[in-house]
Nanobody
């Protein structure tokens, strides 16, 4: 079972940037669809971005043009570069993976993803 560990969260002001990282315990990025999710207090967990084995990406409308998902296969690391941050981006951010479709992503729905990290907190102040 793959293990995922996020890092890089923190507190920034509106308009600032953060880069989140997710380290995997095994070579995942050819077999797995990888994604970032977030969950704010009192809200459902929502998909932010995904990347498949061919590095094709999908983004939630709320983050398009501001966030960039990427992966470093050699380092088994998934990243999320977040620019132009807004207070509404404040949430716990989770790294997730699924391997049902041979590394291709189907959706950004949380029930599609089997493996999860413990999360890293992002707080954006106005």
């Amino acid at each position: 079972q793959v293990q995922l560990v996020e890092s890089g969260g923190g507190s920034v002001q509106t308009g600032g940037s953060l880069r989140l990282s997710c380290a995997a315990s095994e070579y995942t990025y050819v077999r797995y669809c990888m994604a970032w999710f977030r969950q704010a207090p009192g809200k459902e967990r929502e998909g932010v971005a995904s990347i498949d084995r061919d590095s094709s990406t999908t983004y939630a409308d709320s983050v398009k043009g501001r966030f960039t998902i990427s992966k470093d296969n050699a380092k088994n690391t998934l990243s999320l570069q977040m620019n132009s941050l807004k207070p509404e981006d404040s949430a716990m951010y989770y790294c997730a993976a699924e391997d049902v479709r041979g590394g291709y992503c189907y959706s950004l729905m949380q029930y599609e993803y089997k493996y999860w990290g413990q999360g890293t907190q992002v707080t954006v102040s106005s």
